[in-house]
């Protein structure tokens, strides 16, 4: 299939983009489903600039994921919430190897288990704001975590010139480490063809394609070039304590 070719379906229209046959997928919308999307997780105080970081750990080898990616893709548009999918690679050996899975991604997972002194990893997880670890398919799970851990104004403020991030001061700060997140928002349609999911078509959204630290920050002013980065992909920064600690600062950028 070339990558312009398109296949109109039930469930919306599909662009496919080549690579193991991921489709772009335009979702149709009603005011039902619409509503319905909206009744997952209550709106949340934060706002678009301190934004909730709701970070997803699934694989598409993992049968009980897509309710959960189902979960945070319905308040992924919401302003408030920065949500970044990270595919991890524990899963692979279930005979499907998840194609946007990292060792990057699972070293990132543990780092949250280890600081937090769990002995394990586990799917689907979601970590609020780098604070708490719950059960991403549970919704009501879900809703009160992001309740319950909004970070509101008390981090560093953020911002952009001229290809470069800021981060601000910030009175009695701990280091931490900036991070630059790419990842592609757009809802990827994936067939899975063997392994649990095996026969399933799985939509992802916000997939991390890449995550690197720009550096540290220690409570006063600095800032940091940003190269430039592939046009379908969004960025992110997040300003977090230590290795696997709490987010104190993001913001899309």
Request: hydrophobic residues 45%; positive net charge.
């Amino acid at each position: 299939m070339t990558s312009h070719r398109r296949l109109t379906i039930a469930a919306g229209l599909l662009t496919i983009v080549g690579g193991a046959g991921i489709a772009v997928r335009s979702m149709p919308s009603t005011p039902a489903l619409a509503a319905a999307r909206a009744a997952v997780v209550p709106p949340t105080p934060a706002d678009a600039a301190h934004p909730t970081v709701v970070e997803l750990y699934e694989s598409q080898g993992c049968s009980s994921c897509p309710p959960a990616n189902a979960n945070v893709n319905a308040i992924a548009d919401r302003p408030g919430i920065l949500a970044l999918n990270f595919a991890v690679t524990y899963w692979d050996h279930l005979g499907w190897k998840d194609i946007f899975a990292k060792p990057a991604f699972t070293a990132r997972q543990w780092d949250y288990a280890n600081a937090s002194g769990r002995g394990q990893v586990s799917t689907p997880q979601v970590i609020i704001n780098g604070r708490a670890a719950v059960v991403g398919s549970n919704a009501a799970t879900l809703a009160a975590a992001i309740r319950d851990n909004v970070r509101a104004g008390a981090g560093p403020a953020i911002g952009t010139r001229g290809g470069r991030v800021t981060i601000g001061a910030a009175a009695g700060a701990a280091p931490a480490t900036v991070w630059l997140v790419r990842y592609d928002p757009r809802n990827l349609a994936v067939p899975v063809r063997a392994g649990e999911n095996g026969g399933r078509t799985l939509d992802h959204r916000d997939i991390v394609r890449s995550l690197d630290a720009l550096g540290a920050w220690r409570g006063q002013p600095v800032s940091f070039a940003v190269p430039v980065g592939d046009p379908n992909y969004r960025t992110a920064i997040l300003v977090q304590q230590g290795k696997g600690g709490p987010i104190v600062a993001a913001a899309r950028i």
